[in-house]
């Protein structure tokens, strides 16, 4: 009988066989290792996505901050010029109101005369007084009448008056608004009618 020594093949196979899972193990890991590689390179990557839209966001915001902040400077300034403009209108219809009239009175009195009171109420203006003498007082009523503002004037009150030791003429006069009379007959008059078709 034929005795076969099996041994160091059985010795040679084991070899292989340890050799093949060796292998086996160094591929998985190796694999593994590559894996894990490209989920940090990806991460990294989306980390670094992030940070750029972040630092995007950022500066987005701030450049959103800066536009409202001149938005609100903006604002501010309308506001402003808006008030400026209210005032420049107020002063506008006060062009044409009792202060202007005043002023315009007032470099119509003659040297020796002295007016006491002004007042307006409505369409009638009320006009006191002091003067030298009546002559004043006439010549006052004449500018007054000649003036584009107003009309009907009228010397309701004159009468001697002593002010420190000196004789004055003391005088109430009375007048009305040219353009209170043209408004008020503006609203009076109805409207005409348009001629019929035939």
Known sequence: MIKINLLPYRVSKKKETAQQQLIIIAVVIVGALIALGAVYT??????????????????????????IGEIDNLK????????????LNQLRKEKSGPAIRLARMSDIVPEKMWLTKYSENGAIVSISGL?????????????????NEFT???LQISE???VNGIKLKKFDISC?????KKEESAKEQPAKELPKKK
Do not use: C, P
Request: aromatic share 4%; proline share 0%; hydrophobic share 35%.
């Open 152 to 154: 009907n004037v009228d």
């Open 42 to 67: 990806i991460t990294i990557g989306k980390i670094k996505t992030t940070k750029t839209e972040i630092t995007r966001a950022e500066n987005e915001l701030a450049d959103l901050k800066k536009k």
């Open 131 to 147: 003067s030298y003498s009546e002559d004043y007082i006439a010549e006052f009523m004449r500018s007054i009448q000649s003036s």
């Open 176 to 180: 009305a608004l040219k353009v209170a």
């Open 76 to 87: 501010k300034l309308q506001a402003e010029v808006q008030k400026k403009l209210d005032i």
């Open 160 to 162: 001697q008056q002593e």
